[in-house]
């Protein structure tokens, strides 16, 4: 493995106090990742088992029973596979890298923010309920924080501190993904000394990848409260310190987000946000990156801002059209990539939004929802009842914007043709 500890991205993180226990869960979180990217899950089933001998500062401290089994726990919750960690002591500390930046004065709130719809909503709504000032975002992903490179690198938690390259990546679920960015965060809600983590993600997104799932693909609990209970309680064993993340939007869909962030004055402004799953060489057209309009992320992105009333133009995808009868026609001109992999990709984000609408009424559903109900329920300190009535109504609520959402294209559409829920 080869882990690229980055000195930017360090600095943006330890501009104040050098906490070698939260370098070596960089370097933990990196170890996972390496190890879920390079190695393949088997035909046959999902689990794998990984042992892993990692140099640490203070070996003390990560040999612990209470610290190993918080971090087997959390990564094995998460990922679906066996983790087992033993630690050994670094032959020399890492160089210490250290710079004056500036963080607000009065931080009282770490937000994971990305170029996403939800991040940009909800970081709007927050501030503008409990004010800008304290709110600190931290960046998941390779770009900056809606700033030029030279302003962002003067602010604090604006680059992931770290990157891994493999020879080539055998396994593209990345479950281990959720780790990266739950340490990141908690990292950044440590050394802020603040104890709030707003997590911006909606309903569908929390609930969506753990309920709508298909064949013997393990839940994904990424953006799930149950992953970051067991991510607070590592912290917690590791630092002594507690953080929170709290989840504001669970049980609103992400259309309702939209409608309440665009009520603003003013309005967050959605034309740079980004949703799709596709690189760009999948998805540019005439050599401009657009995002593709039809795999689950885009069609749930489509769906929510014609919910929202926000109108988007045809250009910001490359299927502009989706009331067009045959798949083939919607693309945009001059777009000569259309690939049996990406049908696959059109018909897996129909079949994703349909399986969330027959959710809530199915009746074969009920055990699912119920067991989902009584592990948020948990993880909430909730009564389970509230809890699935209220994961109901969410679902409820999508399944109406996914009817209304589908009327508005043509009867001939190659979406409703491939739906099966009602219309």
């Known amino acids: 493995m080869v882990l690229k500890l980055d000195t930017e991205g360090l600095e943006s993180y330890f501009f104040a106090d050098w906490n070698p226990i939260l370098v ?4 933990v979180a990196a170890a996972a990742e390496f190890c879920d990217v390079a190695r393949r899950r088997p035909q046959l089933g999902w689990s794998r088992r990984f042992d892993l001998q990692i140099a640490v500062h203070d070996a003390e401290l990560w040999n612990r029973r209470d610290v190993r089994v918080a971090l087997e726990d959390a990564l094995s919750f998460l990922t679906g596979d066996a983790w087992c960690f033993s630690f050994v002591a ?8 250290q710079q004056t930046l500036d963080l607000p004065s009065g931080a009282q709130i ?7 719809l939800d991040s940009r909503a909800v970081h709007a709504l927050v501030a503008a309920n409990e004010g800008a000032a304290g709110l600190v975002r931290v960046r998941l992903g390779a770009g900056g924080v809606d700033q030029p490179g030279r302003a962002k690198k003067r602010t604090p938690f604006a680059v992931v501190p770290y990157r891994i390259q493999v020879v080539r990546r055998e396994e593209t679920s990345a479950r281990s993904r959720g780790f990266k ?25 929390a609930f969506g990848p753990m309920l709508a799932v298909s064949g013997q693909t393990y839940p994904d609990y990424r953006v799930h409260p149950t992953f970051s209970r067991r991510m607070e309680r590592l912290l917690m064993v590791l630092t002594g310190q507690e953080v929170r993340y709290e989840y504001p939007r669970l049980w609103n869909t992400k259309g309702e987000t939209l409608r309440s962030a665009s009520s603003l004055k003013p309005a967050p402004n959605w034309s740079d946000t980004r949703s799709c799953w596709q690189q760009s060489r999948h998805s540019s057209v005439g050599g401009r990156r657009r995002q593709c309009g039809i795999c689950a992320a885009c069609m749930l992105r489509r769906m929510s801002m014609f919910t929202a009333g926000i109108e988007e133009p045809a250009e910001t995808y490359t299927w502009e059209r989706l009331s067009v009868e045959r798949f083939e026609d919607g ?26 609408a027959e959710l809530a009424d199915s009746p074969l559903h009920v055990p699912s929802l119920r067991r989902a109900a009584r592990e948020t329920a948990e993880a909430l300190s909730e009564a389970p009842g509230q809890v699935e009535h209220q994961l109901r109504g969410m679902l409820e609520r999508h399944a109406e914007e996914w009817r209304g959402f589908r009327r508005s294209l043509s009867a001939a559409s190659f979406v409703t043709r491939l739906a099966s829920a009602r219309p």
Request: proline share 4%; hydrophobic share 50%; charged share 20%.
């Open 331 to 356: 693309a945009a001109a001059g777009f000569a990539r259309i690939t049996p992999a990406l049908r696959e990709y059109a018909i897996a984000g129909v079949l994703h939004m349909d399986h969330l």
């Open 110 to 116: 770490i937000m994971p923010y990305s170029d996403g």
């Open 181 to 205: 960015f739950a340490a990141v965060t908690g990292i950044a809600a440590l050394l802020a000394k603040v104890r709030r983590i707003v997590v911006t993600e909606s309903g569908q997104g």
């Open 24 to 27: 070596d869960l960089l370097v």
């Open 90 to 97: 670094r032959h020399q500390e890492l160089p210490r890298v």
